[in-house]
């Protein structure tokens, strides 16, 4: 079965800083992979996902993310975090096999960037 | 965007009372997903579809039924309400055909007194 990891569960951050947000998985197999963000009140959204091709991934609003398959990571990235930026963010990974494939959450980091 | 709406988004009723929540969507999507958020567990799959009357269970089924009469509804009840399922229900479709990015509804706020 398929897990997910988010060390950090909270962070702090002023604004300018930069962020990584680490996320490691277990499976054996092929993966996609995602990052979804949730504002304050809001639902998920999705941030960015990898399925294939480059393991270098740009999403939305400046975020990027880094698959490193040997290492079972698929790590957040953001090089000058903003205010807006304050939200929840979970990494998630979808194993890619024959027959259906349940997607899989992390516990979630929830980050504050204060002004 | 694939359009989701869920129904009612608050409610608050009573421990042993049946609830029933209403997932819609818009956009013809085969897979349907129910899902509990609750601080410090993430996101846990409760129920999913793959097609009109064909649903399995996911991780925290206990407690939970669903019911996929057409393709645009998902329904998921609670058969009688206890407060350990006080949390905030999300529905989500699989815009890419069960590739795992899934777009979410707005959420339905449970409270079990």
């Known amino acids: 079965a398929q897990s997910v990891s988010q060390h950090n569960h909270h962070v702090i951050l002023s604004e300018a800083a930069s962020l990584e947000l680490g996320c490691n998985y277990s499976?054996?197999?092929?993966?996609?992979l995602f990052w979804y963000v949730q504002y304050p009140g809001q639902h998920l959204q999705l941030l960015l996902k990898?399925?294939?091709?480059?393991?270098l991934v740009k999403g939305i609003k400046g975020f990027e993310a880094e698959f490193i398959k040997s290492k079972f990571s698929f790590n957040l990235r953001k090089p000058s975090v903003q205010w807006s930026d304050t939200a929840e963010y979970f990494c998630?990974?979808?194993?890619?096999?024959?027959?259906?494939?349940?997607?899989?959450f992390g516990t979630g980091t929830r980050l504050l960037v204060s002004p | 965007d694939a359009g989701i709406t869920q129904s009612p988004r608050h409610k608050v009723t009573e421990t042993g009372t049946p609830v029933t929540l209403r997932c819609h969507q818009t956009e013809n999507h085969r897979y349907m997903y129910w899902y509990r958020q609750d601080p410090g567990h993430g996101l846990r799959l409760i129920h999913y579809?793959?097609?009109?009357?064909?649903?399995d269970k996911g991780e925290v089924s206990d407690g939970y039924s669903v019911s996929r009469s057409k393709t645009e509804d998902f329904l998921l009840t609670l058969e009688s309400a206890t407060s350990s399922q006080t949390s905030v229900y999300f529905c989500?479709?699989?815009?890419?055909?069960?590739?795992?990015?899934?777009?979410f509804g707005e959420g339905s706020r449970l409270t079990v007194l």
């Open positions: 989500a479709t699989d815009v890419g055909g069960n590739t795992g990015e899934l777009f």
């Open positions: 579809s793959y097609g009109v009357k064909d649903t």
């Open positions: 998630a990974v979808n194993g890619v096999n024959t027959g259906f494939q349940k997607l899989v």
């Open positions: 499976y054996g197999g092929t993966v996609n």
């Open positions: 990898y399925f294939s091709g480059d393991p």
